[in-house]
């Protein structure tokens, strides 16, 4: 059975950084392309992040673009998102996804001074 | 990019009544391998969103057969044949044909 279990989140300083992780399980995690997607308190799901299977392509939203970094280590089955220079507006639950499949639980960010 | 249109954006129901939810994208979804790019999500009440449909109209395992997805191209139809209880949440779409993917404003469904 599909399992995501993200980690990682907290409050964070405006400018700030931060490293979420997804830890991937029940499923082929190298043969997969994996999403990023957001929930803004309050608001609907905004998607973030995609790389392939092969990691040979990534792709951002505009807003986190240069700013955001997704990566992943198929060798640990562990997606990631590096987020540096970090601003109030990126304050949500950060949910790692499969494809037309299961989500993780999410973990929260809180960009706050 | 893709635009994604959900209407309405907001509907109560009484159990036991069907319910219909519309999505319509800017741009046809339809990959040139025949699958629709489009998936249903619902999220229910304080957890994170679980896959209803996927590629445009294929239950995914264990989603009760009252949901079914229907249309190709830019025009999306979630139905759920008889509302229960446990349906109540906020229903989206998405497409992941091309970056970025996108997601519609979401319809809240209630119960009556």
């Known amino acids: 059975q599909v399992q995501l279990v993200e980690s990682g989140g907290g409050v964070v300083q405006p400018g700030g950084s931060l490293r979420l992780a997804c830890s991937a399980s029940g499923f082929p995690f190298s043969n997969y392309g994996m999403h990023w997607v957001r929930q803004a308190p309050g608001k609907g799901l905004s998607w973030v992040a995609f790389i392939q299977n092969d990691g040979s392509n990534r792709y951002y939203a505009e807003s986190v673009k240069g700013r955001f970094t997704i990566s992943r280590d198929d060798s640990s089955n562990t997606l990631y998102l590096q987020m540096s220079s970090l601003r109030v507006e990126d304050t949500a639950i950060y949910y790692c996804?499969?494809?037309?499949?299961?989500w993780g639980q999410g973990t929260l960010v809180t960009v706050s001074s | 990019d893709i635009v994604m249109s959900q209407s309405p954006l907001s509907l109560a129901v009484t159990p036991g009544e069907p319910a219909s939810i519309s999505c319509r994208s800017s741009q046809s979804l339809l990959n040139s391998n025949g699958y629709n790019y489009f998936d249903w999500y619902l999220q229910k009440p304080g957890q994170s969103p679980q896959i209803l449909i996927y590629l445009g109209s294929n239950r995914a395992s264990g989603v009760p057969d009252r949901f079914s997805g229907s249309g190709s191209g830019t025009d999306f139809t979630l139905k759920i044949s008889r509302v229960e209880a446990e349906d109540v949440g906020v229903y989206y779409c998405m497409q992941t044909l091309q970056p970025p993917s996108s997601f519609g404003q979401g319809t809240k469904l209630e119960i009556k």
């Open positions: 996804a499969k494809p037309h499949d299961r």
